[in-house]
């Protein structure tokens, strides 16, 4: 058994190989007990400088990136099932040089999503996780390049625990994931998530600057159809920012149809009436949205069977986007 208080690190990487392609962790037992808070920020000392690392334990055919891998690889072994050395590892910096690397070279981002997943295991650890700066936005981007399919799972595991707790939703983090356009945690508060969280993500949604890309994540993650349930509600409380963040994808040819086959438009129609003059402003935008340049071509029930035009030609509410019928 090897003790990190009776060997070096390069020997722990090493075990007496050549190189990362015939490191095997079977091959490599490790004494967590030995496993001091020292240890781990020696291993971190190597991860946080190449310099360090090349002057004291790299060779001329040994590469950088072959030793940060194999120092992920060992520190997930010291904290396997280890939950005082998951968090002596965090104290000492170790969620910042995961994500530091997360993206730089096979072997390095293998060994570090691999770590991360380990210590995620940890609610306290993942809770700061999501408070990381970059953090998100690292999962995403090493998910959404699919440079690494053997990562996907773990990736998406991390990112739905990030998200959803088993109670709760937490919204912090999956507004930073639909920045970083992955838009599946959202839509799945809308369609799951309390009252409470749905009207503070739409209400965020409705203030949010959409670019394209994430428009369009979002309309594949049916959110279209969960801000339509809104408006089925009823509720005021619930059907002014639905309202508000349809106006975010009225606009858009395939919103379009979304929002008809969904049966938002006899809705729209019904807002008309109603006293409240942001709605009736707002229904009407959506309406006008959809009409210009289709007429009256989403102007459909939800089996996307036609209106009947008698039910939408009032004069005093249709003004501004009557001519495109």
Request: aromatic residues 8%.
């Amino acid at each position: 058994m090897l003790c990190f208080q009776q060997c070096s690190i390069f020997e722990i990487c090493y075990c007496g190989k050549k190189g990362p392609a015939s490191f095997d962790n079977s091959d490599l037992v490790v004494d967590v007990k030995c496993a001091s808070f020292g240890c781990m920020c020696f291993l971190l000392k190597i991860l946080c400088s190449s310099s360090f690392a090349t002057s004291f334990f790299l060779t001329a055919t040994v590469r950088n990136n072959e030793l940060k891998a194999l120092c992920f690889s060992v520190l997930t072994l010291i904290v396997k099932d280890s939950i005082h050395g998951k968090e002596k590892l965090v104290e000492a910096g170790g969620l910042k040089q995961i994500i530091r690397y997360m993206d730089r070279g096979p072997d390095v981002t293998i060994a570090a999503i691999t770590l991360l997943s380990e210590l995620v295991k940890s609610k306290n650890i993942l809770e700061q996780l999501g408070q990381e700066c970059g953090a998100i936005l690292m999962l995403v981007t090493v998910s959404v390049r699919g440079n690494h399919p053997e990562l996907a799972t773990d990736i998406e595991s991390i990112l739905d625990q990030l998200s959803y707790d088993g109670d709760s939703y937490h919204e912090e983090n999956i507004k930073a994931m639909v920045k970083a356009n992955w838009c599946k945690p959202f839509a799945d508060c809308l369609h799951k998530g309390s009252q409470g969280s749905k009207l503070a993500m739409v209400k965020w949604l409705a203030c949010f600057e959409l670019d394209d890309n994430r428009r369009e994540a979002l309309v594949q993650q049916n959110v279209i159809d969960a801000l339509v349930d809104m408006l089925k509600s009823k509720q005021f409380r619930l059907e002014s920012p639905a309202l508000e963040a349809l106006r975010k994808f009225s606009f858009h040819e395939k919103s379009k149809k979304c929002i008809a086959k969904a049966g938002g438009v006899p809705l729209l129609l019904e807002l008309l009436k109603k006293s409240q003059l942001e709605m009736k402003k707002n229904a009407t935008a959506i309406l006008a949205d959809l009409t210009m340049k289709h007429g009256a071509s989403f102007l459909l029930y939800e089996d996307e069977t036609p209106i009947e035009p008698q039910m939408y030609m009032w004069d005093i509410y249709l003004l501004p986007w009557k001519k495109n019928l």
